[in-house]
Protein backbone atom coordinates (compact mmCIF):
# COMPACT_ATOMS: atom_id res chain seq x y z
CA UNK A 1 0.00 0.00 0.00
CA UNK A 2 2.77 2.71 0.98
CA UNK A 3 4.76 1.85 -2.17
CA UNK A 4 1.99 2.00 -4.49
CA UNK A 5 0.65 5.13 -2.72
CA UNK A 6 4.51 6.77 -3.08
CA UNK A 7 4.75 5.86 -6.29
CA UNK A 8 1.30 7.65 -7.17
CA UNK A 9 2.48 10.71 -5.29
CA UNK A 10 5.52 10.56 -8.24
CA UNK A 11 3.96 10.46 -10.97
CA UNK A 12 1.78 13.65 -9.94
CA UNK A 13 5.14 15.26 -8.88
CA UNK A 14 6.72 14.15 -11.88
CA UNK A 15 3.99 15.91 -14.12
CA UNK A 16 3.96 18.92 -11.61
CA UNK A 17 4.29 21.91 -14.19
CA UNK A 18 4.24 23.96 -10.86
CA UNK A 19 0.81 25.30 -11.90
CA UNK A 20 -0.60 22.26 -13.51
CA UNK A 21 -0.28 18.90 -13.56
CA UNK A 22 -0.37 17.41 -17.53
CA UNK A 23 -2.37 14.35 -17.83
CA UNK A 24 0.37 12.52 -18.93
CA UNK A 25 4.48 13.31 -19.55
CA UNK A 26 4.49 12.51 -22.89
CA UNK A 27 0.97 11.81 -24.94
CA UNK A 28 -0.41 14.39 -22.97
CA UNK A 29 1.69 17.30 -22.26
CA UNK A 30 -1.35 19.62 -21.52
CA UNK A 31 -3.83 20.08 -18.76
CA UNK A 32 -6.90 18.13 -19.39
CA UNK A 33 -10.77 19.79 -17.71
CA UNK A 34 -12.15 16.67 -16.51
CA UNK A 35 -8.54 14.80 -15.77
CA UNK A 36 -7.37 17.90 -13.94
CA UNK A 37 -10.48 17.30 -11.43
CA UNK A 38 -9.74 13.64 -10.85
CA UNK A 39 -5.90 14.64 -10.64
CA UNK A 40 -7.21 17.57 -7.78
CA UNK A 41 -8.40 14.84 -6.08
CA UNK A 42 -5.46 13.07 -5.40
CA UNK A 43 -3.44 16.06 -5.05
CA UNK A 44 -5.37 16.69 -1.95
CA UNK A 45 -4.07 13.73 -0.07
CA UNK A 46 0.06 15.35 -0.71
CA UNK A 47 -1.29 18.82 -0.38
CA UNK A 48 -4.57 20.76 -0.22
CA UNK A 49 -2.89 23.87 -1.08
CA UNK A 50 -1.83 22.59 -4.63
CA UNK A 51 -4.91 20.75 -5.13
CA UNK A 52 -6.95 23.89 -4.64
CA UNK A 53 -4.23 25.51 -7.33
CA UNK A 54 -5.28 23.09 -9.90
CA UNK A 55 -9.13 23.84 -10.07
CA UNK A 56 -7.94 27.27 -9.81
CA UNK A 57 -5.23 27.10 -13.02
CA UNK A 58 -8.48 25.50 -14.76
CA UNK A 59 -10.66 27.90 -13.55
CA UNK A 60 -8.53 30.69 -14.86
CA UNK A 61 -8.86 29.49 -18.22
CA UNK A 62 -12.55 30.11 -18.24
CA UNK A 63 -14.02 31.79 -21.00
CA UNK A 64 -16.32 34.90 -20.57
CA UNK A 65 -19.60 33.01 -20.89
CA UNK A 66 -18.66 30.46 -18.66
CA UNK A 67 -17.31 27.51 -20.76
CA UNK A 68 -14.51 25.97 -19.38
CA UNK A 69 -12.37 24.80 -22.22
CA UNK A 70 -11.05 21.31 -22.35
CA UNK A 71 -7.39 21.66 -22.92
CA UNK A 72 -5.36 24.51 -21.08
CA UNK A 73 -2.47 24.34 -22.81
CA UNK A 74 1.05 24.89 -21.81
CA UNK A 75 3.99 25.60 -23.95
CA UNK A 76 5.43 21.75 -24.40
CA UNK A 77 5.24 20.13 -28.06
CA UNK A 78 4.50 17.28 -29.41
CA UNK A 79 0.40 17.14 -28.88
CA UNK A 80 -1.71 17.74 -31.81
CA UNK A 81 -4.16 19.54 -32.66
CA UNK A 82 -2.42 22.13 -30.70
CA UNK A 83 -3.57 25.79 -30.40
CA UNK A 84 -3.08 26.81 -33.17
CA UNK A 85 -4.73 24.27 -35.12
CA UNK A 86 -7.89 25.18 -32.64
CA UNK A 87 -7.77 29.16 -33.63
CA UNK A 88 -8.92 30.05 -30.67
CA UNK A 89 -6.73 33.12 -30.22
CA UNK A 90 -8.76 35.53 -32.42
CA UNK A 91 -11.81 34.09 -29.82
CA UNK A 92 -12.59 37.22 -27.45
CA UNK A 93 -13.95 35.14 -25.02
CA UNK A 94 -11.06 33.30 -23.98
CA UNK A 95 -9.01 35.13 -21.07
CA UNK A 96 -6.24 36.39 -22.93
CA UNK A 97 -3.35 35.11 -20.95
CA UNK A 98 -4.10 31.58 -21.73
CA UNK A 99 -4.59 29.28 -24.91
CA UNK A 100 -6.94 26.66 -24.51
CA UNK A 101 -9.16 24.25 -27.01
CA UNK A 102 -12.32 25.41 -28.02
CA UNK A 103 -15.17 22.69 -26.99
CA UNK A 104 -15.45 20.91 -22.90
CA UNK A 105 -15.19 17.83 -21.72
CA UNK A 106 -17.67 16.14 -18.47
CA UNK A 107 -18.68 18.66 -15.54
CA UNK A 108 -17.04 16.90 -12.82
CA UNK A 109 -15.25 19.88 -11.42
CA UNK A 110 -17.61 20.74 -8.40
CA UNK A 111 -17.72 16.75 -7.24
CA UNK A 112 -14.34 17.45 -7.07
CA UNK A 113 -14.10 20.30 -4.92
CA UNK A 114 -16.61 18.49 -2.76
CA UNK A 115 -14.58 15.65 -2.15
CA UNK A 116 -11.11 18.31 -1.53
CA UNK A 117 -13.12 19.62 1.27
CA UNK A 118 -14.44 16.66 2.95
CA UNK A 119 -10.30 15.49 2.69
CA UNK A 120 -9.10 18.88 3.61
CA UNK A 121 -11.70 18.46 7.12
CA UNK A 122 -10.18 14.95 7.34
CA UNK A 123 -6.58 16.47 7.41
CA UNK A 124 -6.58 19.36 9.87
CA UNK A 125 -8.60 22.86 10.68
CA UNK A 126 -5.95 24.37 8.62
CA UNK A 127 -6.36 22.45 5.20
CA UNK A 128 -10.12 22.98 5.46
CA UNK A 129 -9.76 26.39 6.23
CA UNK A 130 -7.87 26.74 2.89
CA UNK A 131 -10.49 24.09 1.06
CA UNK A 132 -13.44 26.48 2.23
CA UNK A 133 -12.02 29.98 1.22
CA UNK A 134 -11.33 28.92 -2.04
CA UNK A 135 -14.83 27.42 -2.52
CA UNK A 136 -16.03 31.24 -1.24
CA UNK A 137 -13.94 32.75 -4.46
CA UNK A 138 -14.46 30.00 -7.01
CA UNK A 139 -18.20 29.24 -6.19
CA UNK A 140 -19.48 31.72 -9.00
CA UNK A 141 -17.16 30.54 -11.28
CA UNK A 142 -18.49 27.23 -11.34
CA UNK A 143 -21.88 28.22 -11.11
CA UNK A 144 -21.40 30.00 -14.08
CA UNK A 145 -20.08 26.87 -16.12
CA UNK A 146 -22.94 25.07 -14.84
CA UNK A 147 -25.46 27.94 -16.27
CA UNK A 148 -23.12 28.07 -19.05
CA UNK A 149 -24.09 23.86 -19.86
CA UNK A 150 -27.81 24.58 -18.86
CA UNK A 151 -28.08 27.60 -21.49
CA UNK A 152 -26.49 25.91 -24.32
CA UNK A 153 -26.15 22.32 -24.01
CA UNK A 154 -29.82 21.24 -22.21
CA UNK A 155 -31.79 19.73 -25.11
CA UNK A 156 -35.07 19.88 -24.42
CA UNK A 157 -37.41 17.85 -24.66
CA UNK A 158 -35.20 15.33 -23.77
CA UNK A 159 -33.07 16.94 -20.97
CA UNK A 160 -29.80 15.28 -22.02
CA UNK A 161 -26.57 17.52 -22.04
CA UNK A 162 -25.75 17.45 -25.57
CA UNK A 163 -22.31 16.91 -26.97
CA UNK A 164 -20.66 18.57 -30.30
CA UNK A 165 -17.88 16.05 -30.22
CA UNK A 166 -16.97 12.85 -28.90
CA UNK A 167 -14.09 14.29 -27.38
CA UNK A 168 -16.40 16.36 -25.19
CA UNK A 169 -18.00 12.68 -23.43
CA UNK A 170 -14.19 12.07 -22.53
CA UNK A 171 -14.78 8.61 -24.16
CA UNK A 172 -13.39 9.87 -27.43
CA UNK A 173 -13.81 6.73 -29.80
CA UNK A 174 -16.09 4.73 -27.63
CA UNK A 175 -18.88 2.43 -30.54
CA UNK A 176 -21.51 4.91 -28.58
CA UNK A 177 -20.27 7.60 -31.28
CA UNK A 178 -20.06 5.23 -34.09
CA UNK A 179 -23.07 6.15 -35.84
CA UNK A 180 -23.51 9.76 -35.05
CA UNK A 181 -19.65 9.96 -36.70
CA UNK A 182 -20.90 8.05 -39.49
CA UNK A 183 -22.96 11.24 -40.58
CA UNK A 184 -19.57 13.43 -40.28
CA UNK A 185 -18.38 13.86 -43.54
CA UNK A 186 -14.80 15.63 -43.71
CA UNK A 187 -15.25 18.12 -46.39
CA UNK A 188 -12.25 18.38 -49.47
CA UNK A 189 -10.89 21.57 -47.55
CA UNK A 190 -9.74 20.22 -44.44
CA UNK A 191 -6.28 21.49 -43.79
CA UNK A 192 -3.50 18.60 -44.50
CA UNK A 193 -1.97 17.61 -40.70
CA UNK A 194 -0.42 14.94 -39.30
CA UNK A 195 -1.24 12.99 -36.31
CA UNK A 196 1.20 12.83 -33.31
CA UNK A 197 -0.83 10.82 -30.64
CA UNK A 198 -0.18 7.30 -32.25
CA UNK A 199 3.65 7.75 -31.59
CA UNK A 200 3.25 8.48 -28.11
CA UNK A 201 1.90 4.72 -28.00
CA UNK A 202 3.72 1.30 -27.78
CA UNK A 203 0.92 0.96 -30.72
CA UNK A 204 -1.09 2.80 -32.47
CA UNK A 205 -4.30 -0.18 -32.78
CA UNK A 206 -4.43 1.51 -29.16
CA UNK A 207 -5.71 4.79 -30.09
CA UNK A 208 -8.29 5.54 -32.70
CA UNK A 209 -8.23 5.08 -36.16
CA UNK A 210 -6.98 7.47 -38.80
CA UNK A 211 -11.01 7.67 -39.90
CA UNK A 212 -12.00 8.56 -36.49
CA UNK A 213 -9.27 10.99 -36.12
CA UNK A 214 -10.63 13.07 -39.90
CA UNK A 215 -13.70 12.87 -38.22
CA UNK A 216 -12.58 14.62 -35.07
CA UNK A 217 -10.57 17.15 -37.45
CA UNK A 218 -13.11 17.93 -39.27
CA UNK A 219 -15.71 18.91 -36.70
CA UNK A 220 -12.69 20.91 -34.75
CA UNK A 221 -12.79 22.97 -38.13
CA UNK A 222 -16.39 23.46 -38.29
CA UNK A 223 -16.40 24.85 -34.82
CA UNK A 224 -13.49 27.24 -35.88
CA UNK A 225 -15.40 28.68 -38.37
CA UNK A 226 -18.23 29.82 -36.47
CA UNK A 227 -15.99 31.18 -34.18
CA UNK A 228 -16.81 28.25 -31.39
CA UNK A 229 -19.97 30.62 -30.81
CA UNK A 230 -22.45 28.09 -28.57
CA UNK A 231 -25.46 28.62 -30.65
CA UNK A 232 -24.07 28.78 -34.24
CA UNK A 233 -21.62 25.55 -33.45
CA UNK A 234 -25.25 23.50 -32.16
CA UNK A 235 -26.55 24.75 -35.40
CA UNK A 236 -23.58 23.90 -37.95
CA UNK A 237 -21.94 21.01 -36.24
CA UNK A 238 -22.14 17.49 -38.36
CA UNK A 239 -22.31 15.83 -34.66
CA UNK A 240 -24.74 16.22 -31.67
CA UNK A 241 -25.58 13.98 -29.14
CA UNK A 242 -27.42 13.87 -26.04
CA UNK A 243 -24.85 12.14 -23.72
CA UNK A 244 -26.14 9.76 -20.89
CA UNK A 245 -23.10 9.83 -18.73
CA UNK A 246 -22.47 13.88 -18.95
CA UNK A 247 -26.13 14.56 -17.75
CA UNK A 248 -25.56 12.10 -15.14
CA UNK A 249 -22.53 13.75 -13.64
CA UNK A 250 -24.06 17.26 -14.50
CA UNK A 251 -26.86 16.08 -11.88
CA UNK A 252 -24.27 14.96 -9.26
CA UNK A 253 -22.23 18.23 -9.37
CA UNK A 254 -24.97 20.59 -9.54
CA UNK A 255 -26.30 19.37 -6.05
CA UNK A 256 -22.31 19.06 -5.08
CA UNK A 257 -22.09 22.67 -6.06
CA UNK A 258 -24.99 23.51 -4.27
CA UNK A 259 -24.48 21.32 -1.07
CA UNK A 260 -20.97 23.02 -0.94
CA UNK A 261 -23.24 26.45 -0.49
CA UNK A 262 -25.87 25.30 1.40
CA UNK A 263 -22.66 23.88 3.70
CA UNK A 264 -20.77 27.22 3.83
CA UNK A 265 -23.50 29.45 3.97
CA UNK A 266 -22.77 31.17 0.59
CA UNK A 267 -25.07 34.03 -0.26
CA UNK A 268 -26.22 32.39 -3.45
CA UNK A 269 -29.95 31.36 -2.99
CA UNK A 270 -30.99 31.96 -6.41
CA UNK A 271 -28.31 30.02 -7.70
CA UNK A 272 -28.92 26.93 -5.31
CA UNK A 273 -32.52 26.96 -6.16
CA UNK A 274 -31.46 27.09 -10.15
CA UNK A 275 -28.42 23.79 -9.54
CA UNK A 276 -30.98 21.78 -7.70
CA UNK A 277 -33.71 22.12 -10.47
CA UNK A 278 -31.02 21.38 -13.02
CA UNK A 279 -29.69 18.48 -10.87
CA UNK A 280 -33.42 17.07 -10.55
CA UNK A 281 -34.02 17.83 -14.73
CA UNK A 282 -30.78 15.69 -15.32
CA UNK A 283 -31.65 13.32 -13.29
CA UNK A 284 -34.96 13.06 -14.92
CA UNK A 285 -33.31 12.80 -18.36
CA UNK A 286 -31.45 9.85 -17.54
CA UNK A 287 -34.20 8.04 -15.77
CA UNK A 288 -36.22 8.52 -19.13
CA UNK A 289 -33.25 8.06 -21.37
CA UNK A 290 -33.39 4.32 -19.67
CA UNK A 291 -34.47 0.92 -21.10
CA UNK A 292 -37.98 -0.17 -19.07
CA UNK A 293 -36.84 -3.55 -18.80
CA UNK A 294 -33.15 -3.48 -18.40
CA UNK A 295 -32.20 0.19 -16.54
CA UNK A 296 -29.70 0.85 -19.17
CA UNK A 297 -29.82 4.18 -20.28
CA UNK A 298 -28.92 5.21 -24.07
CA UNK A 299 -27.74 8.07 -25.54
CA UNK A 300 -29.69 9.83 -28.01
CA UNK A 301 -28.30 11.51 -31.67
CA UNK A 302 -30.61 14.63 -31.68
CA UNK A 303 -29.54 15.21 -35.44
CA UNK A 304 -31.01 11.68 -36.94
CA UNK A 305 -33.37 10.99 -33.51
CA UNK A 306 -32.03 7.65 -33.08
CA UNK A 307 -31.45 5.77 -29.78
CA UNK A 308 -27.89 4.65 -29.45
CA UNK A 309 -28.26 0.96 -28.35
CA UNK A 310 -24.41 -0.24 -28.33
CA UNK A 311 -23.83 -1.61 -24.77
CA UNK A 312 -20.87 0.40 -23.06
CA UNK A 313 -20.41 1.33 -19.50
CA UNK A 314 -22.09 4.61 -20.10
CA UNK A 315 -25.38 2.95 -20.29
CA UNK A 316 -25.10 2.46 -16.68
CA UNK A 317 -25.50 6.50 -15.66
CA UNK A 318 -28.54 5.75 -13.89
CA UNK A 319 -25.98 4.21 -11.08
CA UNK A 320 -23.92 7.36 -11.36
CA UNK A 321 -26.27 9.62 -10.27
CA UNK A 322 -29.35 7.33 -8.52
CA UNK A 323 -31.96 7.91 -11.52
CA UNK A 324 -33.74 4.98 -10.96
CA UNK A 325 -35.91 2.97 -8.41
CA UNK A 326 -36.33 -0.54 -7.27
CA UNK A 327 -36.37 -2.94 -9.46
CA UNK A 328 -34.36 -1.56 -11.77
CA UNK A 329 -31.43 -0.36 -9.50
CA UNK A 330 -31.00 -3.80 -8.46
CA UNK A 331 -31.71 -5.27 -11.95
CA UNK A 332 -28.12 -2.89 -13.19
CA UNK A 333 -25.89 -3.58 -10.36
CA UNK A 334 -26.66 -7.40 -11.29
CA UNK A 335 -26.54 -6.66 -14.69
CA UNK A 336 -22.97 -4.33 -13.71
CA UNK A 337 -21.33 -7.19 -11.58
CA UNK A 338 -22.19 -10.32 -14.07
CA UNK A 339 -21.07 -12.23 -16.84
CA UNK A 340 -21.32 -9.40 -19.41
CA UNK A 341 -19.85 -6.80 -17.81
CA UNK A 342 -17.34 -7.27 -14.36
CA UNK A 343 -18.09 -11.02 -13.78
CA UNK A 344 -16.90 -11.72 -16.97
CA UNK A 345 -15.18 -14.73 -17.20
CA UNK A 346 -11.30 -14.65 -17.60
CA UNK A 347 -10.76 -11.16 -16.42
CA UNK A 348 -7.74 -10.14 -14.64
CA UNK A 349 -9.65 -7.53 -12.35
CA UNK A 350 -13.43 -8.13 -11.86
CA UNK A 351 -14.01 -4.34 -12.49
CA UNK A 352 -16.50 -3.21 -16.03
CA UNK A 353 -15.19 -3.17 -18.99
CA UNK A 354 -15.79 -0.06 -21.25
CA UNK A 355 -17.29 -1.77 -23.71
CA UNK A 356 -19.18 -5.36 -22.56
CA UNK A 357 -16.93 -8.36 -23.32
CA UNK A 358 -20.05 -9.57 -25.03
CA UNK A 359 -20.73 -6.99 -27.27
CA UNK A 360 -19.94 -6.68 -31.38
CA UNK A 361 -16.49 -5.05 -31.94
CA UNK A 362 -15.66 -5.37 -28.73
CA UNK A 363 -11.53 -4.61 -28.62
CA UNK A 364 -9.96 -5.16 -25.82
CA UNK A 365 -6.99 -3.08 -26.58
CA UNK A 366 -8.09 0.02 -28.93
CA UNK A 367 -8.82 2.80 -26.16
CA UNK A 368 -12.63 3.35 -25.08
CA UNK A 369 -13.79 0.16 -27.53
CA UNK A 370 -12.68 -2.08 -24.84
CA UNK A 371 -10.30 -1.50 -22.02
CA UNK A 372 -10.66 -0.98 -18.88
CA UNK A 373 -10.21 2.84 -17.20
CA UNK A 374 -8.86 3.21 -13.72
CA UNK A 375 -11.08 6.35 -13.83
CA UNK A 376 -14.49 5.19 -14.63
CA UNK A 377 -14.06 1.95 -12.08
CA UNK A 378 -13.25 5.19 -9.78
CA UNK A 379 -16.05 6.99 -10.61
CA UNK A 380 -18.78 3.71 -10.31
CA UNK A 381 -17.47 3.24 -6.89
CA UNK A 382 -17.37 6.77 -5.62
CA UNK A 383 -21.00 6.86 -6.81
CA UNK A 384 -22.00 3.62 -4.82
CA UNK A 385 -20.63 4.10 -2.04
CA UNK A 386 -22.33 7.53 -1.53
CA UNK A 387 -25.67 5.21 -3.39
CA UNK A 388 -25.16 3.06 -0.17
CA UNK A 389 -24.08 0.00 -1.52
CA UNK A 390 -20.82 0.54 0.27
CA UNK A 391 -19.52 -3.48 0.16
CA UNK A 392 -19.80 -3.02 -3.69
CA UNK A 393 -18.07 -0.16 -3.70
CA UNK A 394 -15.40 -1.41 -1.73
CA UNK A 395 -15.43 -4.61 -3.64
CA UNK A 396 -14.03 -2.43 -6.67
CA UNK A 397 -12.08 -0.21 -4.66
CA UNK A 398 -9.96 -3.75 -3.94
CA UNK A 399 -10.19 -4.60 -7.56
CA UNK A 400 -9.08 -1.44 -8.93
CA UNK A 401 -6.10 -1.59 -6.94
CA UNK A 402 -5.41 -5.20 -8.19
CA UNK A 403 -5.55 -3.50 -11.66
CA UNK A 404 -3.10 -0.89 -10.52
CA UNK A 405 -0.35 -2.74 -8.21
CA UNK A 406 1.73 -2.80 -11.26
CA UNK A 407 2.73 0.58 -10.53
CA UNK A 408 3.20 1.65 -13.71
CA UNK A 409 0.16 3.92 -13.59
CA UNK A 410 -1.61 2.72 -17.18
CA UNK A 411 -4.12 4.91 -18.89
CA UNK A 412 -6.28 2.04 -19.62
CA UNK A 413 -5.68 -1.85 -19.42
CA UNK A 414 -6.60 -4.68 -21.20
CA UNK A 415 -8.68 -7.23 -19.25
CA UNK A 416 -7.99 -10.10 -19.25
CA UNK A 417 -4.20 -9.54 -19.05
CA UNK A 418 -4.11 -6.40 -17.27
CA UNK A 419 -1.39 -5.58 -19.46
CA UNK A 420 -1.44 -1.50 -19.16
CA UNK A 421 -1.78 0.65 -22.17
CA UNK A 422 -1.86 3.92 -23.84
CA UNK A 423 0.06 6.25 -21.71
CA UNK A 424 1.96 4.99 -18.74
CA UNK A 425 2.64 7.43 -15.62
CA UNK A 426 -1.16 8.84 -16.10
CA UNK A 427 -1.87 11.38 -13.99
CA UNK A 428 -5.40 10.61 -13.13
CA UNK A 429 -4.89 7.08 -12.96
CA UNK A 430 -2.14 7.73 -9.66
CA UNK A 431 -4.63 10.22 -8.20
CA UNK A 432 -7.40 7.84 -8.09
CA UNK A 433 -4.87 5.18 -6.48
CA UNK A 434 -4.11 8.11 -3.83
CA UNK A 435 -7.95 8.24 -3.35
CA UNK A 436 -8.23 4.81 -2.78
CA UNK A 437 -5.37 4.28 -0.70
CA UNK A 438 -5.37 7.13 1.74
C1 LIG B 1 -6.81 13.19 -27.41
O1 LIG B 1 -6.09 13.97 -28.03
O2 LIG B 1 -6.82 11.97 -27.58
C2 LIG B 1 -7.70 13.74 -26.40
O3 LIG B 1 -8.47 12.78 -25.79
C3 LIG B 1 -8.54 14.80 -27.01
O4 LIG B 1 -9.03 15.58 -26.03
Known amino acids: GTTLAARAAAVLRDNDTGALVTASPKLYPHMWSWDAAFIAIGLA ?29 TDADGYFPGPDRWGTDTVTRRPASVRTSGICQPPVHAIALRRIVDVARANSAGEAALAESFTARAWQALYRWHRWI ?21 MDNSPRWDAPYAGVRPGPDLPPYVRLDTLGVDDPAERPSDDEYHRYLWLIEQMRRVGY ?50 AARSRRAVADAADPVSGLAFDLDLRSGERLRTRTVAAFAPLLCSALAEPLETRLLSDLTGPDWAGHPGLTAAVPPSVSPRENGFDPRRYWRG ?29 GLRLLSDGSFGEYYEPFTGEPLGSTQQSWTAAVALDWLC
Open 371 to 399: PQWPVVVWLFSFALRRGGHTALARHWRQE
Open 150 to 170: ARHRIAEPQGLLTIVHGWESG
Open 229 to 278: EPVEVLATSDFRVGDVFSTALFAVACDDLADLADDLSLPFRAEVAGLRMW
Open 45 to 73: YLDVRRALTELGTLLAAQWSDGMLPHIVF
